[in-house]
C-alpha cells in the first residue's frame, strides 16, 4: 500500500534568487518542516521527492522553504502553486481527542438531533480557532471546531456531531 501523504500547504512564490519558496500552510503551527525531512512536490503532470535544505522559517504569514537542488530563481519557479507535501509517518503524535485536519475531510457532519447537514470539505485556520467547512446541495456552513459546538468526532463511522448556536446554520 502506498504511503500516506499529507498535505502541508502551497507554494505561493518564490523569494529572492537563491531558490527559496514562500509556503502558503494550511496550518502556521506547523513544525514538520525541518532539515533533511523528505517532502513532496506535487504540481499536477509534475511530481518530486525532495529534501529540505533548512528549517522552514516563518515569514509574515507564510514560510520559507528551501529545498536541495533548488538553488536558482529559475529552479524555485517551476514549482509555484505546487502542493507540498510529507509522509503521515513525519507528523507528530497527538493527545487523546486530537486530530490533524486532512483526517476529518470527508467526514459528514450531523446535527444532534440527528439531522444531516453535509461534508465537511476544509477547515480554515482562524486567529479565533479551527473553522469547519461544511458543504451540501450548493450550500456552505462554516461551523467553528470548537468543544462547546463539537460534541462528538467519531472516526469509526467518519462523522462528526454538532451542536450549533440557534441561528448559525441559517447565515
Known amino acids: 500500500m502506498a504511503e500516506q501523504r499529507v498535505p502541508l ?4 512564490t518564490t523569494h529572492g534568487l537563491d531558490g527559496w519558496l514562500k509556503l502558503n500552510a494550511f496550518n502556521s503551527d506547523t513544525a514538520t518542516l525541518v532539515a533533511g525531512r523528505s517532502v513532496y512536490l506535487d504540481l499536477g503532470e509534475s511530481q518530486a ?4 535544505a533548512a528549517d522552514a522559517k516563518p515569514f509574515k504569514k507564510q514560510f520559507l522553504v528551501k529545498l536541495l537542488g533548488i538553488d536558482d530563481i529559475d529552479a ?9 507535501s510529507v509522509a503521515e ?3 507528530d503524535p497527538l493527545e487523546p481527542g486530537q486530530y490533524y485536519h486532512y483526517q476529518v475531510i470527508g467526514f459528514e457532519v ?13 477547515l480554515l485556520s482562524t486567529a ?16 467553528p471546531a470548537v468543544k462547546e459546538i463539537v460534541d462528538k468526532v467519531d472516526f469509526d463511522s467518519r462523522s462528526v456531531v454538532v451542536d450549533p448556536p440557534e441561528g448559525l446554520l441559517d447565515l
Do not use: M, P
Not at 9 to 12: D, V
Open 110 to 122: 450531523f446535527h444532534k438531533d440527528g439531522k444531516r447537514i453535509g461534508t465537511i470539505a476544509s
Open 49 to 52: 521527492t525532495l529534501e529540505l
Open 128 to 143: 479565533g480557532g479551527d473553522i469547519l467547512v461544511v458543504k451540501e446541495a450548493g450550500k456552505e456552513y462554516l461551523i
Open 76 to 84: 524555485a519557479q517551476r514549482w509555484v502553486g505546487a502542493t507540498l
Open 89 to 91: 509517518t513525519a507528523l
Open 9 to 12: 500547504g502551497e507554494i505561493a
